[in-house]
């Protein structure tokens, strides 16, 4: 089916034919004599790179342009909606009915807003959060979307991030039954299923641009799923190695999983060891530039030099515990094809798009903390071999497994290679995850019945996959918790929301989070500090990532306990008596010393060297526990603790930026971090109004600020520059860069 035959605006088939976008692909072409373009519900569910995408864009192009509607694209990672809104501002060119551009808005943070702005956009892409967050503050803006785009449906299956997708799509048919959904998914097993939930039609296909050939790979041998078989040169005792030295030297890029960090660390070492022999003089040069970027962003770290070594070999690893930044240099320059080998962990199948020739499973097992190792499901395995095969490059990916034993390799090949993937269940019906849901329910108006309340849930995910009555139990549990703990209140039949409930669902916090935190408040520590509000947020259930105590911390913790006993606001457990909770205290006191530890200037190496935290955990730490603490002084508000308000709200932004108090004036201007804040306070520039009157050339003779950063500064806090003072600076820097370029 050609682009050209569509009922599609004129301006929507120029900007693909622009692109070398002439037909549709087979799955395309299904989901478009399914009645896609017609406003029909839709699930579509083919393998990675078959396509999904550009369905959206049809079916949101034709309602933004024909049917004066707005468009909601749902997306379960922050990394994934950033790559979503690339890919619809091509479409920003195109002028609607009334003369006005297509618009494309992106919201994934700031839970405690309804993002009124966002109303403007005519495509609005959002985390699945997100969207539960805005739907909780009952943004007027949703009750105007007539198309929803939910990505990775799938996800539906996991504990953490499916049933908020599941709520949040309910909820939608709910707020515009009329609404259409279109739903894109890896194959599954039971979509079918999912289809008859949502009331649409299922369109599944294994159909891909791209061939995919599976196998698995004993020694030096790759046998494959179709009966081919390959040898590879067994230089090396790792078939991984082989393998990386083989696509490399084919011309090509591999990508290859392992089980852990470290496992992806070690791997990507021992690859670049092999290949960097492989690159020519050019590549080199090339990846020693890419090398010295690396080390350049952020603060220099021991897993930055780590990064930064492996890259000047060809190779690279990514993982969430990587910086933003880093993870960034390293995907974009995978893309570019100056990365010959990717390691990486499972989580990478799930995110970005990074195809390779090759994708190589070093490891089919999985460790998680606590439970040991354990084989992946089929479904996380198709989602890995998927990203084998570049579009428009290949014509053949291949996916391999890596077997030790030949009893091994056929447990591989019926396993995983020959095995359907899962069904999907809903994981709803956890009182956990349900109380949350619940109180949302009842405070955000959608119901003010125990029977309104068991209606709304009835649609389900949960209720069409088990009988309604088994979820009636837990919802009946939650109520009784949220009265319990005075969060809903009952007058006859009619269920409403306290003022502390209706503000724990605004702040999007578990309602177990919120009680932790207004007792804390209530009952206080002997002694009040920094130490006292980080360990509560630590406690509530919404502090993720949890950190482990390792058995060498064990005396430096009890230490750190024993100096700051009268600052916890709760009662160290006896170990004896209480083990576990005695182990969970640990870690919440190591996750308070932490982010103490962040608030005082500690460098990100030294951090890692200490607490074993990497930069992109970190990052995560940081962010959550700013906005607990934000939901903290909210709550304090509620609760009239006036005298606990400007310690939270200091509190807040020195979490945010990592500094100690006295920073705190410096490091909220723009383009001034935790590094340039200190530089400038030693030197004696401390306040704004020292800022205002330091003559320019103070400023720039200082390191990490040059002219652009100086003149943006005094920009901020209202200081003049002469425009003769800023030409002459501009050519002294130009000058000096040039003799630099000369002498090099």
């Known amino acids: 089916m050609k682009i050209e035959e569509l009922p599609l605006h004129d301006s929507v088939k120029q900007v693909l034919t622009s692109l070398g976008i002439t037909e549709l692909y087979p799955p395309q072409q299904e989901a478009v004599l399914a009645g896609a ?42 990394a994934l909606a950033s790559e979503k809104f690339e890919e619809f501002r091509k479409y920003t060119n195109i002028k609607k009915g009334n003369g006005r551009r297509v618009s494309v808005g992106i919201s994934t943070g700031d839970y405690d807003s309804s993002d009124p702005w966002m109303g403007k956009h005519d495509i609005i892409i959002t985390t699945n959060e997100k969207a539960d967050s805005l739907l909780r503050h009952r943004a007027r803006w949703v009750s105007d979307v007539s198309l929803v785009v939910a990505d990775e449906v799938h996800l539906l299956n996991d504990p953490d991030r499916g049933p908020t997708l599941e709520v949040v799509l309910a909820r939608l048919m709910q707020v515009n039954p009329d609404i259409q959904l279109l739903v894109l998914s ?16 299922s369109v599944t296909t294994d159909w891909r641009p791209v061939t995919l050939r599976e196998g698995v790979i ?58 960097k022999p492989l690159l020519s003089k050019p590549m080199k040069r090339s990846l020693k530039q890419l090398s010295e970027q690396i080390l350049a962003t952020g603060e220099r770290t021991r897993l930055g030099e780590q ?53 190589i499973i070093n490891e089919y097992r999985r460790y998680e903390s606590g439970y040991g190792y354990y084989p992946i499901p089929v479904l996380e395995y198709k989602q890995m071999a998927g990203r084998a095969g570049r579009p428009r490059y290949d014509k053949v990916g291949e996916s391999i497994l890596v077997a030790k034993t030949e009893g091994e390799r056929d447990y591989l090949m019926e396993n995983y290679i020959l095995a359907e993937t899962e069904k999907i269940w809903s994981k709803l019906a956890v009182e956990r995850i349900l109380r949350s849901h619940v109180l949302a329910t009842v405070a955000s108006d959608f119901a003010h019945t125990e029977q309104g309340i ?17 979820i009636k139990g837990v919802i009946q549990k939650s109520l009784g918790f949220l009265f319990t703990e005075k969060m809903i209140e009952v007058g006859g039949d009619k269920i409403y929301a306290t003022k502390f409930g209706r503000r724990v669902s605004e702040l999007y916090i578990d309602p177990l989070t919120g009680v932790i935190i207004r007792d804390a408040l209530t009952s206080r520590a002997q002694r009040l500090t920094d130490i006292s509000f980080l360990h509560m ?43 576990m909770a005695f182990e969970n205290f640990l870690g919440e006191a190591k996750l ?44 304090a508000s509620l609760f009239k603790h006036k005298d606990l308000l400007s310690h939270l709200s200091k509190l807040t932004v020195r979490i945010e930026k990592g500094v100690k108090p006295e920073l705190l004036p410096l490091a909220t201007l723009k383009g001034i971090g935790r590094v340039r804040a200190r530089i400038l306070f030693n030197s004696g ?53 040039q003799r630099a370029l000369t002498e090099f």
Not at 186 to 201: D, G, M, P, Y
Not at 235 to 247: C, D, E, F, H, V
Request: charged share 30%; aromatic share 8%.
């Open 537 to 579: 947020i630590a406690r509530t259930p919404d502090m993720f990532p949890k950190l482990r105590p390792y058995s060498s911390e064990m005396d430096n913790l009890q230490f750190f306990i024993e100096d700051h006993k009268d600052e916890f606001m709760f009662d160290l457990p006896d170990p004896w008596m209480d083990r």
């Open 685 to 737: 520039l401390r306040t704004v109004d020292d800022l205002k009157r330091a003559p320019l050339p103070k400023l720039t003779g200082l390191p990490l600020i040059g002219p652009r950063l100086a003149q943006k500064i005094k920009e901020q806090v209202g200081g003049y520059v002469k425009e003769e003072e800023w030409h002459q600076l501009k050519k002294k820097k130009e000058t000096e860069q």
């Open 307 to 359: 990064l930064a070594e492996v890259v000047s070999g060809g190779a690279a690893f990514h993982h969430a515990g990587l910086s933003g930044g880093h993870r960034k240099i390293i995907e974009d320059s995978f893309k570019e094809g100056k990365i010959k080998v990717l390691t990486a962990t499972p989580t990478l199948a799930f995110g970005m798009n990074l195809p390779a020739r090759v994708v």
């Open 592 to 635: 308070s010393w932490v982010l103490k530890s962040w608030m005082d200037e500690t460098s990100e190496d030294e951090m890692i060297e200490r607490f074993k935290v990497q930069p992109g955990d970190l990052y995560r730490l940081i962010s959550t526990a700013k906005w607990l603490i934000h939901a903290s002084n909210e709550l």
């Open 454 to 470: 068991y209606e709304f849930f009835d649609k389900t995910f949960y209720a069409y996959q088990y009988d309604p009555r088994a």
């Open 186 to 201: 890896a194959t599954i097993k039971n979509v079918e299923e999912v289809a008859e939930w949502l009331k649409a039609i």
């Open 37 to 78: 373009l017609e406003g029909k519900n839709l699930v579509l569910a083919s393998p990675t790179a078959s396509g999904k995408t550009l369905i959206a864009e049809l079916c949101a192009l034709k309602h933004v342009l024909e049917r004066d509607g707005k468009v909601l694209y749902l997306s379960p990672l922050r």
């Open 218 to 275: 004993l020694h030096d041998e790759v046998h494959f799923k179709d009966g081919g078989a390959l040898k590879i040169e067994n230089s090396a005792k790792n078939p991984t190695l082989n393998l990386a030295m083989y696509t490399v030297k084919s011309g090509n890029q591999a990508l290859a999983f392992a089980g852990t960090r470290r496992n992806s660390i070690r791997l990507a070492k021992k690859i670049a060891t092999k290949i």
